[in-house]
């Protein structure tokens, strides 16, 4: 067999093999990821325009005139292109002439800290300074993260260790001299993940502390062809619990960089009897998990590199007295991050590594950071859903799936309870948190009451609440229902990474349901974290299926339950409010009536007008209504709601209108602020025509993409109003534009959720 031998490139921190193309399977923990300080791929154009004029807050010119930021979580929009370059820091990258900003933060007490620049506009830098301005930092970023599109090079630090007694300067800076609008988001991520195996385990090799020179991660990824042995031996009883430390990278050109794409990331997990070679044999037993990751608050290199922790149960148990474990990410986004196993100092010194031709090398003098533990030894909260056509994926419910730590930190309700299986549907006593109004109608505003209580070991720990409905009676919480005409309709996810705090809170939404079938029963999950956790963060699953990302968390509660949906005595086919010169006509159409007595009209939330019904139909009817003595350019909001036989009372729609003068009146175009300015998630646009022609009316993002086109086509001359729905639309300044003949004009508005 040819001799393999690895080389080691010190100042590049990585290694390949010599007889082949460079394929990284190393990094050093105690060196700079890459000696470059250009990126390999090109920055975005330079300078942002400013988005949200001269109102924003923003940070500091210089650490002496830093903008305190006195308590989390604290959000802050700025904006860096009328500030000085007075700083710069290698994250890798050096040479920058960006202007910056500066925050400052005094911990009180030991913390561990999230600073994130993923939301902004433009290619960001981010590093942090302890008590005095001047280099090294403590912590440095360029691109560990995108914005919401998908637009990279934006930066991030997790965790970051902050003690009390010091003052911490956050500096926001940009790459090689891009500048533009900030977004600063700064939230307590809690304590962080162990750095040693726990006191009940049965194999022990921690993780290398990311100071020691021997602090360096080996690929073990699938996608990269790549899978790392170690041994282990004398374990005397069922291994039922496997906790392993690493990073996640990703391999750029001729370095690695941080890869935060994957959350959470698939491994395969094996354990093999040793063969008469001494080398890892037959296969013993294998599992393939989804995982959330939990930040260590340490990181490795120069670069920064997060250390992560991941833990997960093995269903069943694995009994092996010795042998060899692989763990191996089996991930396949695009991009792929590579997992990277951690070195231990604790070991027997030998352990393997596949390289993409099949052959083993021998790694003398590397172990792995791993534990082996008996058994699950935190009490949990889980999920209790049942579902036909969910088993074993769909909400999920399953061992631990969702599962909350029961940390005595914070739950739902007046108490939370632990269980060591998933309990029958609704027999959950403490499933206590969530008041439900008397009925729910889909497709139609609702409401629940839901109480945060905090517990013993509550310490201002940032939480969050999100919901899901089944509405559909499918077997998960992907849907989007209750479509109307120009929208996309409403998600199953109800409530959205709602930022709570101990005592009762009220959310309004649209129940997302089917107004087709008889009344059936709606399934309802509630979620309390201590991190956001997104649309599909109602457990974990695999991508194949409704693909949930979220699984354990280490306080908090779930609640499930069922509700009886009721229908409509009216099912709506359209609602208008058309407007005049001093008067709105509205007009509805509906698909069918059942049992209905009469309608109401309401302007501005007041009563104006009930409406008698024109009696049962399988086809519907057609109504029209004018609204008169009004005053011109004032928006008015409408809505409609059906009161049956026996007095059940259901909104059905609302629509606004800004009456206008005739157009006789109007000799010149214009183009008016929208109304209501900021808005959330609904607007309105007007403007005047002198002539009649054709119009166009088109609303885009910050970058200059295209959101959407109003109006295109031809209008006759007078007074228009249009409205629009950024429901769909992540919050930020959206500019809107009108161009009619040789008139044209531009003006920006506020989404803000």
Known sequence: ????????????????????????????????????????????????PRVHGNSLDEGGETCATAV?????????????????????????????????????????????VTFNLCNSYYDTKLYIYQDVCQSPPIACNDDACSDPQGNPYRSRLECVHLLPGHTYYIVVDGYDGD????????????PPAPMVCSANSIFSQPPVPPDDPAATAYVSDFQYSYRVYDNFREVTTPICDLHWWGLTAIWQTNHWAICNNEDPMTFAIDFWATNSSGLPGALVCSDTVRLNRQPTGLTYGAANFPLWYWSTTLDPCCTLNAGWISIQGVSTTTPN???????????????????????????????????????????????DIVHPLNAPFGYPTQVANPGHVVSGIAWLGAGISAEPIPNTFDADLFDDGVAFPAFMIPCQPTQVTVTVTAGPNYATHPLFLNAWKDGNDDGDFCDTLCPVAGAVGTPEWIIQDAFVYPGVHTFTFIDPGLTDVPPYTGWFRFRLTGVPIGPLGFGLNWPQHCPGTFGVDQLGEVEDYWFEEYQLAVELNSFDA????????????????????FFELSRNGTLIRR?????????????????????????????????????????????SATPY?????????ALYQNYPNPFNPTTQIAFDLAESGN?????????????????????????HAVNFDGSLLPSGTYWYRLTAGEFSAVKKMLLMK
């Open 337 to 383: 991050c590579a997992f990277m196993w951690a070195r231990s100092l604790v070991g027997n010194d030998t352990s393997y590594i596949q390289h993409p031709t099949g052959a083993m090398q021998l790694l003398e003098g590397v172990d792995f950071a791993f534990c082996l533990t008996p058994g699950q030894q935190e009490e949990m909260d889980m999920g």
């Open 611 to 655: 409406v008698p019904t024109q009696g049962n139909s399988a086809a519907g009817h057609t109504y029209t209504f004018v609204d008169t003595d009004l005053e011109n350019d004032l928006l008015y909001t409408y809505s409609l709601s059906a009161v049956d036989l026996s007095g059940a009372r259901q909104e059905l729609a609302t629509a």
């Open 179 to 190: 500048c533009g609008e900030y977004v600063l988001d700064v939230t307590d991520c809690g």
């Open 661 to 669: 003068f005739s157009p006789a009146t109007i000799t010149e175009y």
């Open 68 to 112: 305190a930021i006195t308590g989390l979580p604290f959000n802050e929009i700025g904006y860096t292109c009328d500030n000085n370059d007075d700083y710069d820091e290698a994250c890798p990258y050096t040479g920058s002439t960006s202007p910056d900003v500066v925050y400052s933060y005094a911990p009180t007490a030991e913390q561990w």
């Open 578 to 597: 058309i407007a005049g010169s001093g008067e709105v006509t509205l007009k509805w159409e509906t698909a069918s009536e059942t049992d209905n007595d």
């Open 1 to 48: 067999m040819r001799r393999i031998v690895m080389l080691c490139l010190t100042v590049a921190a990585f290694c390949w093999l010599a007889q082949a193309a460079p394929v990284p399977i190393s990094l050093s923990g105690s060196t700079t990821p890459s000696v470059e300080n250009v990126k390999s791929e090109p920055p975005e154009p330079g300078t942002r």
């Open 695 to 719: 119009v166009n009316l088109t609303v885009y993002n910050m970058t200059g993409q295209l959101v959407t086109t109003l109006v295109s086509g031809g209008m006759e001359a007078g007074h």
